[in-house]
């Protein structure tokens, strides 16, 4: 075989690479070269085994699969000399990882370059060891490196404490076995056995709790020492990063000070003094500095430092935030988060200087900046705080505005004391920012109007004013349009005008402008217009004159392509028309939506969305605990009445909706069940109740209205039981028929001339079917009567189930009875009466007797 | 810990990379990419720390060179900032001014220098002059080896090849 043939050298081949002016080219020539490697691999050439695994190296960071390769590098590993052992493991960390199976050939190799006298080979070997190893091999091989830990050449030492830390990580029971030599590595002078030691002894404690107290008892001192030697040593050129010496290993010993010291006071303690000289002494000019600053802020939070200690790291951290580098600020904002819940008073004081970071233009910092202002905001700043931001939102980033407009929702809606603030600064967010509201926040502002029965005038004022000016966001529309078909007639006759409020004079036609707008606007989607569509039918009902104008805007989509807006301007224009006798009563105002059932369903529905507190708030199905809604209100708990109608109260007005789209429960009462407000419109059963009549309702109106809300319009005898025990709640009707428990006489069921067999009968509520029989036995002979047997037989439709009877033995001439209880359900019940055949044996004096008989006389009913 | 370092450049080829976590080749092609993606349209002026899943990418650019490090939440940032300069620090003196094409054809030495910086996602060394040092103790050890080699042959050479040449050519011209 010629040497020669095996291809290109590893340096031509890169070249040809990079000639290549297409990827096919290049495809082209990996293709080439791979082919003569498999050629070369199937051929066992020896001499240019590691310049191929050199190229497939290279061909594999190019992304091409190489998978062929694998056992080159054993083989390599395998081999005697360096340079071949070198690419042999270089190609083992690269091509392979620890789930390869091939993996566990080359376990055996390891064993053998661990034990080598090269140590350079055995430096490898670690190297390996370290970056590859599966747990299997970090078993097999932990007493190989335990060994290396301890030997003379520090080159070996480090990396043998590397490796270790790989094999704790693998396998945490091998904790033990490394606690003593990780503890003696502490005492070195070499800086690269110092840093894989101390990190080391970080992850040992990490591991295990016994390897923590065996190093907090053992090694606090000499970290202590290591510490305060690098941090007083002299100008060292070697290890020296802008005039500090090694920032890396100042950095290391104080991540392991947080370990020990964590939880200890007497550790921490003695850490006390190092730690104030490094927090005070550090020169902060520099990158170096100021990581070595951050990381003693760190451990002076992390482990139980003295208070004067804390109030350094606050004000270091106070100084990172005010510093011109976006890096040193973004972490000063990442260590805040952590203080906030050791020292909240002292955060705060930097509220100024973090809220200029939500405005900075890095999103990394914005992001970081945000989320702990949302974390410092309390009822005293809240105010202050909300302004600020949502001053800044009129000018942010548009990618930016989705997360502020979030966080400020939920906490205008977290820490709302008054509703008219809540009001307020909602309404400023939609015309700012509508576009980026979600859908549930919008919805509860509107059931917050809706029980704010003296804001409704001022909302719906300052909603016009809003969508002159900006009416592109689109939930500010979709407010305006719900408000002003609701309360149009508080707009246009100035109803409740607060002091504050400038007077204004708005036309009816203004009004119906406005929804014309809103519902002729290009960015408008069908909900929007759907919406506007129903607003208009209201508000032709509240202001007669515009009637026709109303009807002609909404033909307009008679022909519209979406079927909901066709069938809605078809429906509304024939209510327009003919139906106006009708039409007041079919569009009058929502009743109040329910706050504690939004609530309720919101915590259910969205989670995500809403702050965490707010899941710890009951639910409406907790009775007895009084509700906190937003905006300060304490509201009482929804009587338990209400409870039960929770289901029909949501639903009611549109059956047909899901229950998850409260909009659509909104617009589709107007449509489908309108309800006359009855009385103060504030009791959801009372104008369920009152539906389609305004007179007194009567009991056949209450079970029609609530069986057809359950969808079994028309078959009021099956309404399912819990609509009865609603009803039977009510006081209005307290007679029902099938409500009642009618008492049913007891009748003789045989009597003969010895024996007399009595039924009593007793139901359970609720259960028509069922009725329970007490038989009762008497003897009408003067001989007692043993071994009684009462046995029955009913038709098919019935089934029968007999209790004991409560003895065998009657006693004569009536001086005693026996009593059974028999269980009878009729399962044609209403329409087949009972009926029963019994027979009765008993003995005489020994002599058997059998009485038997049937039962017609049952009264009507059961 | 570090869980992988990556050195792409700007358009986004790989030119080296190290995992100290086991991935898939094709998790490793997709991390490749988002990465590149996450941090080659960052503004220079902003910072260097970019979240990447449940982990944060630390990265720096040198001329046309991202240098990135994916690593723990917890990590200490600036540390691995610093840690990435002096990375950088130890390829320029091993190169003597280092430039991409250094990188492209000298690959397998960037791995070996990386495995004397870092080893199981930890800082191993922090002394730029034992690196260096101890690089260069394994060229003049790869040195030796081919020296040896080459006296190797060139002693066979002696022993078969050169002495029948030499005794033709000595008896030609002594002829």
């Known amino acids: 075989m010629n040497p020669f043939s095996s291809g290109t050298r590893l340096r031509d081949m890169i070249r040809a690479i990079r000639a290549c002016k297409t990827a096919a080219e290049e495809r082209a020539v990996v293709r080439k070269e791979c082919a003569a490697i498999r050629a070369a691999i199937s051929e066992n050439d020896q001499d240019y085994r590691h310049r191929n695994l050199a190229k497939l190296m290279f061909i594999h960071m190019l992304g091409y699969p190489t998978h062929f390769g694998q056992m080159e590098c054993l083989k390599l590993i395998a081999s005697a000399g360096f340079p071949e052992k070198r690419i042999g493991y270089l190609g083992l960390m690269l091509l392979l990882d620890e789930r390869q199976e091939v993996l566990m050939l080359v376990t055996n190799s390891l064993k053998q370059d661990l034990n080598h006298s090269n140590q350079y080979i055995v430096g490898l070997a670690l190297c390996a060891l370290g970056n590859i190893c599966s747990a299997e091999m970090a078993r097999d091989l932990a007493p190989e490196v335990e060994r290396l830990l301890q030997t003379r050449d520090p080159n070996i030492r480090k990396k043998a404490a590397l490796c270790s830390i790989r094999i704790i990580r693998k396998v945490p029971d091998l904790a033990e076995n490394f606690m003593g030599p990780a503890a003696s590595l502490l005492k070195e002078k070499h800086h690269g056995v110092l840093i894989a030691g101390v990190q080391l002894c970080t992850d040992l404690c990490k591991a295990s709790t016994d390897a923590l107290e065996y190093l907090r008892k053992n090694c606090t001192e000499g970290l202590v020492r290591i510490l305060r030697d690098v941090s007083n040593s002299p100008y060292a050129p070697e290890y020296d990063i802008a005039g500090i010496t090694d920032p890396f290993l100042h950095i290391r010993a104080l991540r392991l000070m947080r370990m020990l010291g964590q939880g200890d006071a007497d550790s921490s303690e003695y850490m006390n003094d190092i730690l104030a000289q490094v927090a005070t002494k550090t020169e902060s000019n520099k990158n170096a500095g100021n990581a070595i600053l951050y990381e003693c802020v760190e451990t002076i939070m992390g482990i139980e430092a003295t208070s004067g200690l804390r109030v350094l790291a606050i004000n270091i951290l106070g100084r990172f935030l005010s510093n011109r580098d976006n890096n040193i600020r973004y972490v000063a904002l990442n260590m805040l988060m952590k203080a906030v819940t050791v020292d909240f008073q002292a955060v705060q004081r930097h509220r100024t200087t973090i809220l200029e970071c939500v405005k900075d233009s890095d999103a990394s910092i914005r992001k970081r900046a945000l989320e702990l202002v949302f974390l410092l905001v309390n009822d005293n700043n809240v105010k202050s705080l909300t302004k600020e931001l949502i001053d800044y939102l009129e000018v942010s980033d548009q990618d930016f505005k989705g997360d502020l407009t979030a966080k400020i929702c939920s906490i205008v809606e977290k820490f709302s004391q008054e509703k008219l603030w809540y009001i307020d600064q909602m309404f400023k967010v939609l015309s700012l920012a509508g576009n980026y509201v979600k859908d549930d926040v919008w919805h509860a502002l509107i059931v917050m109007i809706s029980n704010a029965p003296d804001l409704q005038g001022y909302s719906v004022r300052s909603l016009y004013k809003a969508f002159q000016t900006s009416n592109e966001q689109e939930s500010l529309v979709r407010v305006t349009v719900w408000c002003i078909g609701e309360y149009g007639e508080m707009l246009v006759n100035n109803v409740g005008v607060l002091e504050m409020e400038e007077p204004m004079t708005v036309t009816e036609s203004d009004a119906v402008d406005v929804v014309e707008v809103a519902l002729k606007r290009h960015s408008s989607d069908i909900k929007t217009r759907a919406m506007s569509l129903v607003a208009l039918l209201k508000i032709s009902s509240r202001f007669p004159p515009t009637s026709e104008r109303i009807r002609e805007i909404v033909m307009q989509h008679k022909e519209n392509v979406e079927l909901e807006l066709q069938q809605r301007s078809i429906e509304f224009n024939s209510i327009i028309q003919r139906h106006q006798n009708i039409k007041s009563s079919l569009v009058e105002r929502m009743p109040v939506l329910d706050e504690s059932t939004y609530i309720g369903k919101r915590v259910g529905s969205s989670q995500a969305t809403l702050p965490a507190d707010k899941s710890s708030r009951p639910t409406s199905g907790s009775p007895g605990a009084s509700l906190k809604l937003p905006n300060g209100v304490a509201k009482p708990p929804p009587a338990p009445l209400v409870d039960l109608l929770d289901l029909s109260s949501d639903d009611v007005p549109a059956p047909t909706s899901s229950a998850t789209d409260f909009l659509h429960d909104l617009l589709g009462g107007d449509l489908m069940s309108p309800s006359s407000s009855g009385g103060a419109g504030t009791d959801i059963l009372m104008d369920l109740l009152s539906i389609g009549s305004p007179s007194a309702p009567t009991d056949v109106s209450i079970r029609n209205t609530i069986s057809s809300n359950q969808g079994n319009a028309g078959e009021p005898k099956t309404a399912p039981a819990s609509v009865m025990d609603l009803l039977d709640g009510l006081p209005s009707n307290s007679s029902l028929p099938g409500d009642k428990n009618p008492i049913y006489p007891s009748i003789t069921a045989f009597e003969s001339s010895t024996l007399k067999v009595t039924f009593s009968f007793t139901k359970q509520p609720g259960k028509p079917q069922n009725t329970m029989i007490q038989a009762t036995f008497t003897n009408l002979s003067s001989n007692t009567y043993t071994d009684f047997i009462f046995q029955a037989a009913v038709p098919k439709f019935i089934q029968l189930r007999l209790d004991p009877a409560s003895s065998s033995t009657l006693p004569a001439s009536g001086n005693g009875t026996i009593t059974q209880m028999l269980s009878v359900t009729n399962s044609q019940h209403g329409q087949k009466a009972l009926a029963m055949r019994l027979r009765i044996v008993y003995k005489v004096n020994d002599q058997d007797k059998m009485e038997q008989g049937q039962i017609n006389n049952f009264p009507p009913g059961l | ?175």
């Open chain 2, 1 to 175: 810990m570090i869980r992988f370092i990556l050195l792409q450049n700007r358009q986004g080829k790989t030119r080296l990379a190290k995992y100290y976590v086991p991935l898939e080749d094709s998790e490793k092609h997709k991390v490749e990419y988002e990465v590149h993606r996450l941090v080659v349209n960052r503004d220079p002026k902003f910072t260097n720390f970019v979240e990447f899943r449940t982990h944060k990418i630390i990265y720096r650019r040198y001329a046309g060179l991202f240098f990135s490090m994916c690593v723990d939440i917890t990590d200490n940032e600036l540390a691995y900032l610093e840690c990435i300069h002096l990375f950088v620090e130890i390829l320029d003196h091993f190169f003597s001014n280092v430039c991409e094409l250094d990188l492209v054809f000298n690959f397998h030495k960037v791995y070996l220098i990386l495995d004397e910086f870092i080893l199981a996602g930890e800082l191993q060394e922090t002394s730029k002059k034992a690196i260096i040092e101890r690089m260069g103790s394994w060229k003049s050890k790869n040195e030796n080896w081919i020296k040896r080699r080459l006296e190797s042959i060139l002693e066979l050479l002696l022993v078969y090849t050169v002495p029948v040449q030499f005794w033709s050519w000595l008896h030609h011209h002594c002829t």
